[in-house]
């Protein structure tokens, strides 16, 4: 089991930034995919960022250069910086990890969410 917390929400103005934090513990591996997600109201969740197993990373074009992902190297914590912030940004995120422990890969875990809201 993986348990993952993310900290870092809030309230910030239009063209300002936050950066989001995600503490992951438990039976964490060096081999992993580690993502954040957001859900706006009444929509969807969706990808945000993704750091894959051989460190590319990807990012939708709502993103793409505003926001960075970042992770140390045991995986045992990711960050999401958002710069330049909309209004349209606001949702709930979320962290995401999946880890490779040298056989199969684990399932999806997923943290409680935290709440970002952009003011106009």
């Known amino acids: 089991q993986v348990q993952l917390v993310e900290s870092g929400g809030g309230l910030v103005q239009a063209g300002g930034s936050l950066r989001l934090s995600c503490a992951a513990s438990?039976?964490?591996?060096?081999?992993?995919?580690m993502s954040w997600y957001r859900q706006p109201p009444g929509e969807q969740r969706e990808l945000v960022a993704r750091i894959n197993v051989d460190g590319s990373i990807n990012y939708p074009a709502s993103v793409e250069g505003r926001f960075t992902i970042s992770t140390d190297n045991a995986k045992t914590a990711m960050y999401l910086e958002m710069n330049s912030l909309k209004p349209e940004d606001t949702a709930v995120y979320y962290c995401?990890?999946?880890?490779?422990?040298?056989?199969?890969?684990?399932?999806?875990?997923w943290g409680q969410g935290t709440q970002v809201t952009v003011s106009s």
């Open positions: 995401s990890s999946r880890y490779f422990d040298g056989r199969n890969w684990g399932p999806d875990y």
């Open positions: 438990g039976s964490i591996t060096s081999i992993a995919v």
